[in-house]
T-cell receptor
């Protein structure tokens, strides 16, 4: 069965610092991979997704993620964090024609 | 429709009452999910519908919870004999697995049991 692990429950970074949120997945073939963001009191918004091809994918709001098959990882990165990036971030793995599974999320706090 | 639509957006109910939450997915999306999110918590998977297949009900927390999807479109999540611990946001999402499988979420139904 597919699964997703987000090892960091909570991360705090200073504004302007770089960010990396970790995501590890378990899936028997090449999965579809997603990152979503949920700002306080808001719904979930898709940041980026990987289906195939280039393993480095660009998303909205300056985020990118890299698919590493050998490490079963899909870590989310941003070079310089803004205060507005404070939110909950969810990684998800999906079967190409089936159900997707979400991780437990990572809460990002941004210090001024 | 343009997006996933959920109703009601807010519901306050008395303990012991039944509630129904409705989800109208994006037109043409064959997959539909229900999740529950308690305050400050992650996403708790409840149920997954895909086309005409039997739904994956593995996340329903008790037999007080049930969901149906009529005509492959609109879905209703029913909670019977509500308890205070049922208070949460109930999120519906849909996707089209044959084309990218990106999941789109509704804004949620905020349920408060008093």
């Amino acid at each position: 069965a597919q699964s997703v692990t987000q090892p960091d429950i909570h991360i705090t970074v200073s504004e302007g610092a770089s960010l990396e949120l970790r995501c590890n997945y378990s899936y028997g073939a090449t999965p579809y991979l997603f990152w979503y963001v949920q700002s306080p009191g808001q719904g979930l918004q898709l940041l980026l997704k990987y289906f195939s091809g280039d393993t480095l994918v660009q998303g909205i709001k300056g985020f990118e993620a890299e698919f590493k098959r050998s490490q079963s990882s899909f870590n989310l990165r941003k070079p310089s964090v803004h205060w507005s990036d404070a939110a909950e971030y969810f990684c998800a793995v999906g079967a190409p024609a089936g159900k997707s599974t979400f991780g437990d999320g990572t809460t990002l706090t941004v210090k001024p | 429709g343009a997006g996933v639509s959920q109703s009601p957006s807010n519901k306050v109910t008395e303990k012991g009452k039944d509630v129904e939450l409705r989800c109208d997915p994006i037109s043409g999306h064959t997959a539909l999910y229900w999740y529950r999110q308690s305050l400050g918590q992650g996403l708790e998977f409840l149920i997954y519908f895909q086309g005409n297949s039997a739904p994956d009900k593995s996340g329903l927390p008790s037999d007080r919870f049930s969901a149906e999807r009529t005509g492959g479109s609109v879905s209703t999540l029913t909670i019977q004999r509500t308890q205070q611990e049922d208070s949460a946001v109930y999120l519906c999402a849909s996707s089209f697995p044959a084309s990218g499988n990106t999941i789109y979420f509704g804004e949620g139904s905020w349920l408060t049991v008093v």
